[in-house]
């Protein structure tokens, strides 16, 4: 512990204004429950003016939020701190000198997770700009996922060397990973036990300091910088595990004519002391920005701070083995949808295909790493023209994305649904095959959203993720 560092503490006094950079799914939820609790006087959100992103400044600063689809009482937080003067987004990064903490929430992934190698540019970005204006006692926080090792590692360096200032000496630097879910960003930071991680054991106390005002049910767990770094990417790494378990038990279970949602029921029925099943819900594939690259976070980081990694007579990391399969699941889709076709009588050249939901988690606009997207290649690959809809999703980079459901639906040979949207779950068979125009449209359901037999009953050929049962029924 340095009590030089202390010292500086105890004179700069407690944390009363915070910077908070990125402002997207982590960053905003963050910045407004900083900025409402009483505790801190200020919360400054630091956002660059690019030409993807700059919009937000102007939106925040108005009280509206930039994120899309159901986040319960964002917005109102957002125009209440708004209008009480406590929050404000600034392209202005000289303002961290005004700054007693500053969190890093900013998207760390992998361009090829082959080579087990970070795309750590615009988190090495944010801290030069951090860096370069902190000032004596400033406590800096790394809220991003990153390879363990990497806050005392290359966060550290960077830091030190933009300020001149040294950490554990003369500023505090610590990891908190955020643990947040779209659809429950600010449930999830009150509730959730906070991970609070620093260098030393000073930067420790004062980033609990900095967590403990805006939770209300969660608790702080304090441990080391490179301990919080492994408890991050373990937890995702862990659910990655079991959701690829989930959609394993689903290709069995279609394999051997089961409906696997029976089969989940009854293993989760199991309960009582000393008995964990925990089996997650199998699906059409995996996206998101964490759980997608979380494992290989976690591998490198065994890799870069342990040396060589041994496995069992040589086999691969079951993380590893656990990415691949949810990265089948896509192309699972495109299996079901040819074999629908061909039930059908028709082929995926020239069929027409409505492919309901883009973003990758439901009720959301959150688009990042959507496995909607290698499906979409796959089917235009093999000649079907693909129309998609998303309720929530206003546009991506290359994809046309309609908002009117029966203009996507006219026509189509093939509903696929790939996302749990609440709109899809609604859908009724005879309205869709009449939109279809088709006598036996078929109906392809990644999440378990519709009524198999209602839409059997309709005429549809149905397929779905883990319906062994329906999957060969007869066509009507």
Not at 4 to 24: A, F, H, N, W, Y
Not at 125 to 138: K, P, S, Y
Not at 219 to 235: D, G, Q, S
Request: proline share 5%; net charge negative.
């Amino acid at each position: 512990m340095s009590n030089g560092l202390q010292s500086i503490i105890d004179e700069r006094g407690p944390i009363k204004t915070i910077g908070v950079i990125g402002m997207g799914y982590v960053g905003i939820p963050a910045t407004v429950l900083f900025a409402d609790a009483p505790e801190f006087e200020s919360v400054l959100g630091f956002q660059r003016d690019s030409a993807s992103s700059g919009y937000k400044i102007a939106m925040l600063n108005r009280g509206e939020s930039p994120l899309k689809g159901e986040e319960p009482g964002l917005e109102d937080l957002l125009r209440k701190v708004v209008g009480a003067g406590k929050f404000r987004c600034t392209s202005d990064f000289s303002k961290i000198a005004r700054c007693d903490a500053v969190t890093l929430a900013i998207q760390t992934p992998f361009l090829d997770p082959k080579d087990l190698i970070p795309d750590f540019s615009a988190l090495i970005e944010g801290l030069r700009n951090v860096g370069r204006h902190i000032t004596e006692g400033t406590l800096v926080v790394l809220e991003s996922t990153v390879t363990p090792g990497t806050t005392a590692g290359m966060a550290r360096e960077i830091l030190e060397a933009e300020s001149g200032l040294v950490a554990g000496e003369e500023f505090c630097l610590a990891h908190a990973p955020e643990r947040v879910m779209v659809g429950r960003l600010l449930r999830n930071i009150r509730e959730h036990d906070r991970i609070v991680g620093g260098i030393d054991e000073v930067s420790t106390r004062r980033a609990m300091e900095l967590y403990r005002p805006v939770l209300t049910t969660g608790k702080i767990i304090p441990m080391t910088a490179t301990a919080a770094e492994v408890t991050k990417t373990a937890e995702n790494a862990f659910r990655d595990l079991q959701i690829a378990a989930a959609n394993q038990l689903a290709l069995h279970c279609e394999a051997m004519g089961v409906n696997v949602y029976d089969v989940r029921a009854g293993i989760d029925s199991l309960k009582g002391e000393g008995i964990t099943r925990a089996i997650l819900w199998p699906g059409a594939g995996v996206g998101g920005h964490c759980l997608t690259k979380d494992s290989w976070h976690l591998e490198r980081g065994a890799q870069v701070l342990g040396g060589d990694l041994w496995y069992p007579h040589g086999e691969e990391s079951i993380f590893g083995v656990a990415r691949t399969i949810n990265e089948f699941m896509p192309r699972h889709m495109v299996h079901l949808t040819t074999e629908g076709l061909r039930r059908a009588g028709k082929s995926p050249e020239g069929a027409t295909v409505a492919l309901l939901g883009w973003a990758f988690i439901q009720n959301s606009d959150d688009t990042r790493n959507t496995p909607a997207e290698p499906y979409l290649a796959a089917m235009e690959r093999a000649g079907a023209e693909v129309r998609v809809h998303d309720p929530f999703v206003d546009d991506y980079p290359g994809v046309e994305i309609a908002h009117d459901l029966d203009a996507t639906l006219a026509g189509a040979d093939v509903v696929t649904i790939f996302t749990g949207h609440h709109h899809y779950a609604s859908l009724e068979p005879a309205r869709v095959k009449e939109l279809s125009g088709r006598e036996h449209p078929v109906i392809i359901d990644g999440r378990n959203v519709v009524d198999p037999d209602a839409f059997i009953r309709a005429g549809f050929i149905y397929k779905g993720i883990g319906r062994g049962d329906k999957n060969s029924h007869p066509v009507r």
